[in-house]
């Protein structure tokens, strides 16, 4: 028995020496938290948004940017809740960014999609006071995030509204919802009052517009897209349809389907500092040339 305990004592003594081991000096990179800062101000249908930047504290030279929009089926979820995945990111050297945006009664699709480009345009103006680089923006989201994120990418109205150009490096999708939301509402038939329908309205014209699908063009920001292999039906569907129309204007986008993936999952595996997802999209992200 001795024997026994001291073979488990030694093998524990390994698996704790290993995971020390892990820690290496990026991990343990010195960062800086600024929250709750106001990125757009209330007006009078839509109160004051606000970002979460997180950075390191020491740097070279300016580190790219990760801006992140966060999911909930376009009623829910707040920056907070992704604040540890800002911490991973900061310590791996790159400046993250994760944003609220309108949500709740009185708000739809346009709101969001119009706050989300308001934060870019306030990352791109600022960031270089957090160490950022203002020319290497990347735009990210999961679920309705996702949908959010492609959105503003493609569609350059949104930063035509706010008279600048794109200035989009990339863009990272993660388990992206309603890239064919006009497929998927003509085909659910939602009875009226569905969160959705308070979202996208109940004119097909508006769904439309609201789908990345039908935005697609040659000068897009360059795409990373991830999908999960046991999402839901939905957004496996509409994922296969972008990847598919994209064939014409970006056929070398790489597409990363995580076979045992759902859907929470694809967002929550980055709560994991050593999930390999991190060194993926930096080796995509130092891949892109500005001018592209």
Known sequence: MKSEARVTLIVLTIIVCAFLLTLSACSLRPI??????EYQPSDKSVIAQHLNIFAPKKHKKASDVLLFVHG????????????IIGNHWAKKGIVYVVIDYPLGSGVDY?????????????VKENISQYGGDPER?????HSAGGHLAALVSIDNQYFENLKIGNPLAGTILIDAAGLDMFGYLTEEKLEKGHTYLNTFTN???IWKAATPLYHLHKKMPPMLIYRGGKTYPSISKSNEKFIQALQEYAPETPYRIQEKKKHIPMITQFFNPWNRRYSEIMDFMKSVKIGH
């Open 110 to 122: 346009s709101d969001m999609a119009h706050a989300t480009a308001n934060s870019v345009k306030w």
């Open 72 to 83: 909930g089926n376009w009623n829910s979820g707040k920056k907070s809740q992704y604040n």
């Open 137 to 141: 923006i990347f735009l990210s989201g």
């Open 32 to 37: 800086s938290r600024s929250k709750h800062i």
């Open 203 to 205: 004119d097909p014209k």
